[in-house]
């Protein structure tokens, strides 16, 4: 529900079950313990988006939009909507959102599988897709690495400040990678329905 979605944008390590939460503050601790880092997940939904943003073409598809956004983020490394990857594994009678009318002449979905997307075209439903960050690159650990001057293996050892996990600080940013990608979206819109 709603009040819990804003609940978790308020703690300051944001996660749904606090337990879980726990758990992965223990595994960034470890892996900078052991001088690593680890990746992780960051899910984002966007609410009250009307139906009709987007389009089946390849340059305007709301998917493609929010990717190119998330993908300028340079540690995202996958993107997924809805059901994401688990597709894969779904039959269509699984995977298809049986729809509904509501009461208040209202549609509704009784699953989001489709991430609030449809052949490119939002369709109303919250906007959901999971963004993957890779493990921060700049570990204290020794790496086997490359001079390129003398073209000699060398190992590679990086000084200062490392972070085991850049997930936490990360989330304000795909939160506005995917509010630029929205206003691209309605920017668009309002600019074809001008043409039009």
Known sequence: DWDTLKGVADKDFPVLNDEKGQEMQEAILEAKEEQDSVGG????????????????????????????YLFAVPAVKAVAFGAGTAFSLMRGSEANDPLYVDEHGNVG???????GINGGITN?????????????????????????SQMTNQQLNIQGRHDPCIV????????AAAAIAIFDMILGNTQTNRRK
Not at 131 to 143: H, L
Not at 168 to 175: D, Q, Y
């Open 168 to 175: 936490p600080r990360a989330v304000p940013v795909v939160e």
């Open 124 to 148: 109303g439903m919250p906007l959901t897709f999971r963004a993957a960050i890779k493990p921060t690159p700049s570990i204290a650990s020794p790496q086997q690495s490359v001079n390129l």
């Open 41 to 68: 997940s960051i899910e984002c939904g966007v609410f009250g988006l009307p139906a009709g943003y987007g389009s089946p073409d390849f340059g305007e598809n709301a998917e493609g939009i929010f990717s190119q």
């Open 109 to 115: 979905a009784e699953q989001n599988c489709a991430g």
